[in-house]
C-alpha cells in the first residue's frame, strides 16, 4: 500500500526519518510517494504551501502522513496544516491523551489515569478565516456552524465511541451565550445521540468542561467539539500527559485522511538530532490501526511504552538524572524492544487486516443540504451602518426610512441595545446594527432592497443579515438587553 508522506519544516525530516526508520525495522507494509509540502514551497511562490504535483498525488492515495509545518509570517498567506484539512474535508480531527508511564506529570504522580479523546470539528467555525473591517475601529469575523458539517463529526465521534466501548460521549460547547451556532451544534449532537442508547450522552458549557479537565480528567472519555473550542481544550488535554510532544493527530475524512505531529517545528534544535518523535510516532500507529495494520501497531506501541517506562528519554522530559537520548537513539531503542511488553497499558496482538483503500473518483462538490422541515420566511433585516453619531439621532434618520413595511424595532452596538432602551454607560464603537422588522405580512428581497438603498442616502451600510424566520422560529438572535 502507497501513501504519501510529507517530511515539514524545522525538526520535522529528522522525526519523520526516525519514524520510518521504526516502520522499516517491523517490516510495515508501506511505501512512501514524498510530496512537496511546507514552508519552503510557499518561499518558491505557491500560495497554498503545496505544489499542484504534491496535491495530485495526495488525493490519487487518499492518505497523507506529515510532519510539522511552518507557515510563513506577515506574507497574508494561509496556514498549510488548515488549508489541508479544509480542502480535503478532513471534517473530524481525533486526538488521543493518555498516561504514559515515564512521562511524569502532575496527575501520573497523584496516581489519576487520563484516557481522553478529543474530537474536534475540522472545517467550519471561526476557521474560515472569513474576516473583515468595515470601519478603521471594528473587525469583524464570520462564524459558520452549519448543520450537515455538525452532523458529519458528530456521527464520526459516536461511531468512533461505540466501536471502542466508549461508556460516556460529552458535547462541549457554549450554547448558554452563542444559542444560534453552538445551539446548532449542540442540537445535532442531542439528535445524533438517541440513535446511541447504549452510550451516556451528556453536554457542559465549554468552560466548566476545562475546569472539570484540569482537576478531575479522569472522569472523561470521549468529548466532541466545534473547531475553535475543540483546538483549544485539546492543547488543554496535551497539557494533562506531558505537551504536545506527547500528542498524536488525526484528521479524519471520506475520502482524505491526515495523520500529522501538531507540534511546532521547533526551528532553534532543528538539524541537532535531538527532537523528540512520539507525537509523530503516536500519530503514526493510529495511521497503521486506521489501515488495518493492527499488529505493526501494537507490537511498535508496546515498544514504545516499554521504552518510555524504562526511563529513556529525549531532553524535553523525563529524569534528568539519567542522559538523555537522541533523536536516533531514541529510536533504536524503540526498535531494540520490538517483541517486549510494557507494565501498563500494552497493547494485544490483534492480525493484521490491512483495507484496500477505496479511492474516489469525484466530477462534482459534494453538496451536503438538509431538507428543510418548515416554511421559511424573511420577517426584517439587520443593516449593519458606520456613524459616529449618538443612537437617539440614528433612531430618527432610520425612521425616515422605514415607509409603510418596517418598523425600526431597536439599534445596538458590539451587541447591546441602545435604543429604544439603553444606558448612558454603554461605550460605543462606530459600528451600529440597526434592526427593522416587518409590520405585517411577509417580505421580500426586493423590500430589503428598496430599504438598503434608501437608507445608503445617510449612511454606509457596511452589510446586511436577513432576519429570517423558520415556521414560528426565530432564526436570528436578539441584542443584549433587548
Known amino acids: 500500500m502507497k501513501i504519501a508522506v510529507a517530511k515539514g519544516d524545522g525538526i520535522g525530516p529528522e522525526i519523520m526519518a526516525a519514524v520510518l526508520k521504526i516502520f522499516d525495522a517491523n517490516k510495515v507494509p508501506l511505501e512512501y510517494e514524498f510530496v512537496d509540502m511546507g514552508k519552503w514551497v510557499f518561499d518558491k511562490g505557491f500560495s497554498n504551501g503545496m505544489t499542484p504535483e504534491a496535491q495530485h498525488t495526495i488525493e490519487e492515495l487518499g492518505l497523507l502522513f506529515k510532519g510539522p509545518m511552518e507557515t510563513p509570517k506577515g506574507k497574508g498567506v494561509k496556514s498549510i496544516n488548515v488549508t489541508a484539512r479544509k480542502t480535503w474535508n478532513t471534517y473530524a480531527n481525533k486526538r488521543v491523551f493518555q498516561t504514559l508511564h515515564g512521562v511524569d506529570t502532575v496527575f501520573s504522580k497523584a496516581g489519576i489515569p487520563i484516557d481522553i479523546t478529543i474530537v474536534r470539528e475540522n472545517i467550519e467555525d471561526t476557521y474560515g478565516g472569513i474576516e473583515h473591517m468595515p470601519t478603521h475601529d471594528v473587525a469583524l469575523s464570520r462564524r459558520f456552524i452549519t448543520r450537515p458539517g455538525s452532523l458529519q463529526v458528530i456521527k464520526y ?244 426610512h422605514a415607509g409603510v413595511k418596517f418598523n425600526l424595532v431597536s439599534i445596538s452596538n458590539r451587541g447591546t441595545q441602545v435604543w429604544p432602551t439603553g444606558s448612558i454607560y454603554t461605550n460605543l464603537v462606530n459600528e451600529y446594527n440597526v434592526r427593522f422588522e416587518s409590520i405585517d405580512g411577509e417580505l421580500n428581497q426586493q423590500d430589503i432592497i428598496g430599504l438598503y438603498v434608501s437608507l445608503s442616502g445617510d449612511f454606509k451600510i457596511c452589510s446586511l443579515e436577513l432576519l429570517n424566520l423558520w415556521g414560528d422560529k426565530k432564526a436570528y438572535s436578539l441584542a443584549q438587553g433587548q
Open 157 to 400: 465521534a459516536f461511531e468512533m465511541a461505540k466501536k471502542k466501548g466508549t461508556k460516556r460521549i460529552t458535547c462541549g460547547h457554549k450554547a448558554n451565550i452563542m444559542k444560534l451556532t453552538d445551539g446548532l451544534f449542540l442540537e445535532c449532537f442531542n439528535e445524533v445521540a438517541k440513535e446511541y442508547p447504549e452510550i451516556k450522552s451528556d453536554d457542559v458549557i465549554v468552560d466548566d468542561l476545562c475546569m472539570k479537565l484540569v482537576t478531575r480528567p479522569d472522569l472523561f472519555d470521549v468529548v466532541v467539539l466545534t473547531n475553535l473550542q475543540g483546538d483549544i481544550v485539546s492543547d488543554l488535554c496535551a497539557g494533562l500527559v506531558g505537551g504536545l510532544g506527547f500528542a498524536p493527530s488525526a484528521n479524519i475524512g471520506d475520502h482524505i485522511s491526515i495523520f500529522e505531529a501538531v507540534h511546532g517545528t521547533a526551528p532553534d534544535i532543528a538539524g541537532k538530532n535531538i527532537a523528540n518523535p512520539t507525537a509523530l510516532l503516536l500519530s503514526g500507529i493510529a495511521m497503521l490501526r486506521h489501515l488495518g495494520l493492527m499488529e505493526n501497531a501494537a507490537i511498535i506501541e508496546n515498544a514504545l511504552l516499554f521504552t518510555l517506562e524504562s526511563g529513556v528519554h529525549t531532553g524535553d522530559f523525563g529524569d534528568k538524572k539519567i542522559p538523555a537520548a537522541n533523536t536516533t537513539e531514541f529510536s533504536e531503542a524503540i526498535i531494540n524492544n520490538f517483541g517486549k511488553t510494557p507494565e501498563h497499558g500494552a497493547k494485544p496482538l490483534l492480525p493484521n487486516m490491512p483495507v484496500t483503500p477505496t479511492l474516489f473518483k469525484l466530477d462534482h462538490n459534494s453538496m451536503m443540504v438538509s431538507k428543510e422541515l418548515q416554511h421559511e420566511k424573511i420577517n426584517g433585516v439587520d443593516m449593519f451602518i458606520a456613524s459616529g453619531e449618538q443612537p437617539e439621532f440614528i433612531a430618527k434618520k432610520c425612521q425616515r
